[in-house]
Structures are given as C-alpha cells and as structure tokens.
C-alpha cells in the first residue's frame, strides 16, 4: 500500500515562493502527479514526474527524488487565485496497464495573503 | 471542463435509503474510477473499472457497489446510507493510449445524508 504525507496548512504572501512537500512510502511506484483543488470543486492537474529531477510548467515546478521518496511543487509569483488544497498523489500498478489508480495524500491548503 | 460528467450535482437524502450517483467518462476513455472525498479526508479511492471489468478495488464498504456499461458509462450504488455516507464522490477517466496517464475528474456529486 502507500502512505503519503503532506503539510495540512501553509500561508504565503501574494508575489512570493512556495514549496509544498510530499514524502511516501510505496510498495510499487510508477508516477507521483500534483492536482489543484479549489474548495468543492473538482482535482486539475498541474504537473508529473516519474523520473527524478525537475519539471518546469511556467509559474509551477515539481520535483523528484525516487530515492527518497520525496517530491514537491514549487509555486512562484504566487497569486490570490493560487489559494487551493494541492493534493499529490502516486500512480500504483504498471504504465499502460489497466490498474493505475492514484492514491491521493490528504492535501495541503494553501492560503496566499495579500 | 474535463470532459467527465457526473450526476445529480447535488443529492440530499436520508438514513437507510439508496440513491444511484453516473458518470460518463471523456469520449474515447475506458477507465473509469471512482473516489470519496469527505470534509476531514483526502481523495479515497472505491474502484477502478476498465471496459467494463472491475480492475483495482480500494476502501470501499460492502454497501456499495458499482458497474460499468457496454457504453462506458459507469454507476455507483450506495445502500443503506449513513451520516457518515455524507460527502463528495468524484469519477474520474484516464486517457486511453500515451500521455501521463493523469486522472481526469468530473464535478463531483455531493451527498447528504440526514
């Protein structure tokens, strides 16, 4: 099974930077993805990763370390709009196969201040 | 808009009854999932189906099942409802083929239950 945590609160000012972290532990991994969530609305997606490093998506980052077991997005220039719960999440099963439910962490809300 | 549709958008309801909650996937998806979200909870996943087998199964209770039809529309039954039965249920698609495999979420169908 997977275990996924993740800050439950974080507040940043309106201009600045960001980092959500997302630590799990799995017992098969084949992607961690990031979802936006504004309140009772539908999960969007923001970004992917499934080898380590970096993925740049204009105002959005998201990083990997397969190794540890850790990502996080990274959010610049942060704007009211940006205030959400960002959930990660972690693809089990095979790429193309037909299992490949995400497990979701339970989020962290994030409140942007003017 | 994602593409998934769910219905009703909204369903108040009562102890012990049973109400049926739809999702059509994004043309051209053949799986289909679906997840619970309560106010103190993450995403939860219930099920996976995948042209109409059932594939992965999650945290689902034994009162509730679902289907999914030759059309690829998909149901979600829940009996015997409880308070704690109370919460927003998403179905989400998964892009046939390439690509990241990301989860596309429909609006999300909100139970209460008195």
């Known amino acids: 099974g997977q275990n996924i945590d993740q800050p439950t609160e974080m507040t940043a000012t309106e201009g600045a930077i960001v980092q959500i972290n997302c630590t799990y532990q799995?017992?098969?991994?084949?992607?961690l993805f990031w979802y936006q969530q504004h309140a009772g609305e539908a999960p969007t997606f923001l970004s992917y990763?499934?080898?380590?490093g970096l993925e740049e998506k204009g105002r959005f980052s998201s990083f990997l370390s397969r190794s540890k077991g850790y990502s996080y997005l990274l959010l610049k220039e942060l704007q009211m709009k940006d205030s959400a719960s960002y959930l990660c999440?972690?693809?089990?099963?095979?790429?193309?196969?037909?299992?490949?439910?995400?497990?979701f962490g339970t989020g962290t809300l994030l409140a942007v201040q003017p | 808009d994602s593409g998934v549709t769910q219905t009703p958008k909204h369903l108040i309801t009562a102890t012990g009854q049973r109400v049926t909650l739809r999702c059509s996937p994004r043309?051209?998806?053949?799986?289909v999932y679906w997840y619970q979200q309560s106010l103190d909870q993450g995403l939860q996943f219930l099920i996976q189906?995948?042209?109409?087998?059932?594939?992965a199964k999650g945290n689902i209770l034994e009162r509730f099942s679902a289907q999914q039809f030759p059309d690829l529309h998909s149901e979600l039954n829940l009996s015997s409802l409880e308070l704690g039965d109370s919460a927003l249920y998403f179905c989400?698609?998964?892009?046939?083929?390439?690509?990241?495999?990301?989860?596309?979420f429909g609006e999300g169908s909100r139970l209460t239950v008195l």
């Open positions: 799995t017992s098969g991994f084949n992607g």
């Open positions: 043309s051209g998806d053949l799986s």
């Open positions: 990763n499934v080898l380590d």
């Open positions: 189906y995948y042209n109409g087998e059932e594939r």
């Open positions: 999440a972690v693809r089990e099963g095979n790429y193309g196969g037909a299992t490949n439910k995400l497990i």
């Open positions: 989400a698609s998964r892009e046939a083929g390439g690509g990241t495999g990301e989860l596309f």
